[in-house]
């Protein structure tokens, strides 16, 4: 029975985070009309609108360096509209599906299974890709909180008040790694994970093309919010990326609600929460649905031609 809840563990969390952020969302929306926040959605300019799309396929389109750095690493060259085509329908779908090992990775095996690589490179395939995915986020977090630090809401209940002491462990995270890959030609044991060694060049690319993937992301939400916001994109930037952080540890798919939550606490001084609102949904839109549609066609359009073709 203890191992069974062991098991459950994780989504009773998620669960219980999930009807939390609600609560919050709840909270934060009940002295507005759903009239206003309608007509906050409606407000967003189709200029940033345009943008905020233009942004989100460009990302789509740096997505592809996650599986095209990939396959270098595991030394099994493909062509670029193959790893192309792998980064961009399987990170949609993991962005917005969550469970990155049961979607995302399920994609990324069907491909390249499809295409003749060995299963032990797709798992070192999609291990490089998962580790690139966080070694972005402590980049560019770590830097921006401590350069920016956030001053956290006391009803978190967190250990510390402000991102700086989470900014000295994901820099010391990185740096750590990235001196590991220059002086040492082992792999690095963590437990039961498995790091292993990268050519410098390979280490500052993941850790670049990540890096960029979550900048052009919270640029397509700033795109969104509303015109002149009082907060400055360096200081929104590091309240995206904790937010996103939160979101991805709760495990709620996609980080539902638990994203709005933070960027709800965080920016209510600054930009009014029917506002906020409607900018949430409209990026949810954007960001998630649009490249999930694409995701979606272009598998679909892949598995017609593998059949007639087979």
């Not at 770590?142 to 900014?167: D, E, N």
């Not at 906020?276 to 999930?292: N, T």
């Amino acid at each position: 029975m203890p191992k069974r809840l062991l098991r459950l563990l994780p989504s009773l969390i998620s669960v219980v985070l999930l009807i939390a952020s609600i609560w919050v969302i709840r909270q934060e929306l009940q002295q507005y009309e759903s009239d206003d926040i309608w007509r906050q959605l409606a407000a967003i300019p189709r200029w940033n609108v345009g943008w905020s799309i233009a942004l989100t396929l460009l990302n789509l389109l740096v997505f592809t360096g996650y599986d095209t750095l990939a396959a270098l690493y595991v030394r099994y060259p493909l062509p670029y509209y193959q790893t192309g085509l792998v980064a961009a329908t399987s990170i949609p779908i993991s962005n917005s599906v969550g469970l990155a090992l049961l979607s995302g990775s399920a994609i990324r095996y069907r491909f390249y299974a499809t295409w003749g690589v060995p299963p032990l490179k797709i798992a070192q395939i999609i291990a490089f890709c998962n580790l690139s995915f966080w070694l972005g986020l402590f980049s560019a977090g770590g830097l921006l909180f401590l350069w920016q630090p956030i001053k956290l809401p006391s009803r978190l209940h967190l250990p510390f008040q402000s991102t700086q002491p989470m900014g000295v462990i994901f820099l010391s995270v990185i740096g750590f790694y990235v001196l590991w890959n220059v002086f040492s030609q082992k792999t690095l044991h963590l437990g039961r994970i498995a790091i292993p060694h990268l050519p410098i060049n390979l280490c500052i690319g993941q850790i670049a093309v990540s890096s960029l993937d979550w900048t052009l992301a919270a640029a397509v939400l700033y795109a969104l919010l509303p015109t002149n916001p009082s907060v400055p994109y360096a200081a929104y930037f590091g309240i995206y990326l904790l937010a996103q952080f939160a979101g991805v540890v709760s495990n709620v798919p996609g980080g539902l609600g638990v994203f709005e939550t933070v960027m709800f606490l965080l920016l209510r001084s600054t930009i009014p929460s029917s506002a906020l609102f409607g900018s949430l949904v409209a990026y949810r839109a954007i960001y998630y649905l649009l490249p999930l549609g694409i995701a979606v066609l272009l598998v679909a359009g892949y598995e017609i031609r593998f059949r007639r073709v087979h």
